[in-house]
């Protein structure tokens, strides 16, 4: 989205194609954002606005890439309509890929009982869960669950059953959404079980810190074991690492940060363009150029690697830029 | 009063009241610690603490009471605010100490080693009398209460050598001033 609103800005036509029947990608799923408490649809609203009412922008939803041959100059991309199968084709300069990311599948844990009890779901299923609560024009009080776990790292840092990186974004979202639940419920008691939080960026650490101080969140040091039923609740079984103690404690709701992985499709979609993909299946960079993958290939947000919003929105406007400056020396 | 650290903690029923008397009465947040043990590392008695002080923290955020008043960490920390000095949020953890020494103190809690209590009240008593500690003076009746006349001798000729013990320790000039202090002291531990 925001490649192509830079591109249509500098003067040039974009054709943005989009799968799913609405733009903005995983935004559209979030509740709220780092580090400011703002609301993503806002952003959304936003640039789908512009947009819209750009005329050098074609908004393609529902639709899929099929096939790409490479032209002198750029691509001829074959497209397909999902809601009718219609095809057709189209000429273009240069391509930005931006299929975004999604979460590990973390049933492989079965320690943590991710589809088997129904209180332990992923980070981004509580997004919505916290979007119904903060929607709902009832009394909510009634839902209030009297304990809430979050455990991050579920799949990442862990060579033997997820990726061995580090996802990145998990500590900051954990954080806002641990806080979300204390602006909801104040009785709530939270925690959250860390190994370490990783806040670097601006007003990052200041951010996890107003979690700990001001909403009362309670972060523990240690990776849980074990999740378990105990009385119709659930039982989160850990070290606390900073005493050396086991420590346990029931809660109605056991949150997995899941890891962040790419996209099946990207690998598909990247190697039609003949971009690289690195081991994971995330699109590669090429040379010193940090979203370019291969001649007039560029690429921004998630399919790259885990990256918040404003990351995305950089990397967006940096691959714009590529195809901007490009097209200019095309002339 | 706290938990049992022989059995697993059970994190929901932890109450630490003790958490919020600190914030009451000192201002002191314990969840400001960043669990970096700088406090720890520049600690100049902490190779013999049982607890360090990052732990100390720690346990008043677990509520454990009973075992900050019974640790040997009371007892020997030197008071010598290095662990403040050091500490990225400014936990004033010398001032947590003075106050479960006191509550300890309070609850007839013993030090664990037996010569501490002994040690502590001559001091105090010295302090009352002269308004100052007299390093050579306190030894001497601290040795002839304990008998070990012998046993740090040692040190205390180095000491001497080096300057570090001055055997004339007048007292302040205005003794009065330090037993009223004593007195307003001991009638606010009585109420």
Known sequence: ?331 | MGPDFHTTIRLERLESPLKRELKDLFGIDVDTCLECGKCSGGCSNGHVFDYTPRKIVQLVKLGAEETLMKMDALWICLSCQLCLDRCPSGIDIPRILDYLRGKARMKRIPARRPAIGLFHELMIEQIRKTGRVSEVGLMLRFKAATGEYMKDAGIGVKLFLKGKLNPFSPSVKNVEEVRRLYDSASKRTKT
Not at chain 1, 158 to 184: E, F, W
Not at chain 1, 258 to 286: C, H, K, N, Q
Request: charged share 25%; with cysteine; aromatic share 8%.
């Open chain 1, 1 to 331: 989205m925001e490649a192509a609103l830079r591109i249509a800005q500098a003067g040039f036509h974009a054709v943005l194609v989009e799968k799913e029947p609405e733009l903005g990608g995983t935004l559209r799923d979030l509740h709220s954002s780092f580090p400011r408490w703002e609301n993503p649809r806002e952003l959304i609203d936003h640039r789908v606005g512009l947009l819209t009412k750009s005329r050098r922008v074609t908004i393609r939803t529902q639709t899929a890439v099929t096939s790409s041959a490479r032209q002198k100059k750029g691509f001829r991309v074959s497209l397909k309509s999902l809601r009718n199968e219609n095809e057709d084709e189209l000429d273009v300069d240069a391509v930005v890929l931006t299929t975004g990311f999604e979460l590990m599948d973390v049933s492989v844990y079965g320690e943590y009982g991710y589809g088997i009890y129904p209180g332990v779901m992923t980070s981004l299923e509580f997004e919505g869960q916290l979007k119904k609560w903060a929607q709902s024009t009832r009394e909510i009080a009634a839902d209030a669950p009297r304990g809430v776990a979050l455990i991050q790292c579920v799949g990442s840092r862990d060579r033997s059953k997820g990726n061995p990186y580090c996802s990145k974004i998990c500590c900051m979202y954990t954080a806002k959404q641990a806080g979300l639940v204390k602006d909801l419920f104040p009785d709530t008691r939270v925690y959250v079980f860390y190994m370490d939080y990783r806040a670097s960026g601006k007003e990052y650490e200041e951010f996890v810190r107003q979690v700990i101080e001001e909403k009362h969140v309670r972060y523990i040091r240690g990776r849980p074991a074990k999740v378990l039923p105990e009385d119709g609740r659930l039982l989160v079984r850990a070290e606390d690492t900073l005493m050396g103690i086991p420590v346990e404690v029931a809660v109605d709701m056991v949150i997995l940060a899941s890891a962040i992985v790419p996209r099946p499709g990207t690998r598909l979609l990247a190697g039609m363009f003949g971009a690289r993909t690195d081991e994971y299946g995330f699109i590669e960079s090429e040379l010193h150029e940090p979203v370019r993958s291969a001649d007039r290939v560029f690429f921004a947000g998630g399919c790259g690697f885990a990256i918040e919003t404003t990351g995305a929105l950089n990397q967006g406007a940096s691959a714009a830029a590529g195809v901007i400056a490009l097209f200019n020396e095309d002339r």
